[in-house]
């Protein structure tokens, strides 16, 4: 099987609207938030975070949040997800490692550090993360885990 390609397109006018017209599956709302409320955050910390759309051609596939954390010195990747009519493609770990490279550009800061959360019932997003380097941290709260790799 080929591999997928994907790229990232920061989320701007000319796109936003169809970051809003993603959707989850059934049932992945409790596993991550909706484009609308990221983009609310992304426009809070304007300062230290890129929002983008997953993109396969010219379609928008998903949407993925970097943000840097400056208190603990390290990039996080927020809110990451795949539309509900597109999963199963391999467009989440193809976006997974455009955001790794796009992290490593240190378009923030010098931090070799990323982390992200998941939530620990998200089994496929979980085995997702752990193919691609991420380890447990130990770190949780409530339903979500820590994530981590260093670069």
């Known amino acids: ?6 790229n990232l397109k920061q989320i701007g006018e000319d796109n936003f609207l169809d970051a809003f017209n993603l959707k989850l599956a059934d049932g992945q ?23 983008f759309g997953i993109y396969h051609g010219e379609k928008m596939v998903g949407y993925v949040m970097v943000i ?19 999963q199963g493609r391999g467009y989440g770990k193809a976006a997974l490692k455009e955001v790794l490279e796009y ?12 982390s992200l959360t998941c939530n620990k ?7 997702l993360y752990r193919s691609m380097g991420f380890e447990p941290t130990g770190s949780e709260d409530e339903d979500e885990a820590e994530l ?3 670069l």
């Open 1 to 6: 099987m080929e591999p997928v390609t994907v």
């Open 29 to 51: 709302e409790a596993f991550v938030s909706h484009p609308v409320r990221s983009l609310a955050q992304a426009y809070v910390y304007r300062n230290q975070c890129t929002p």
């Open 68 to 86: 840097c954390d400056y208190d603990i010195h390290e990039y996080n990747i927020w809110h990451m997800m795949i539309d509900c009519a597109e």
């Open 103 to 114: 992290i490593k550009r240190k378009p923030f800061g010098d931090f070799d550090r990323v």
């Open 121 to 127: 019932e998200n089994t496929a997003a979980l085995a």
């Open 148 to 150: 981590a790799l260093t």
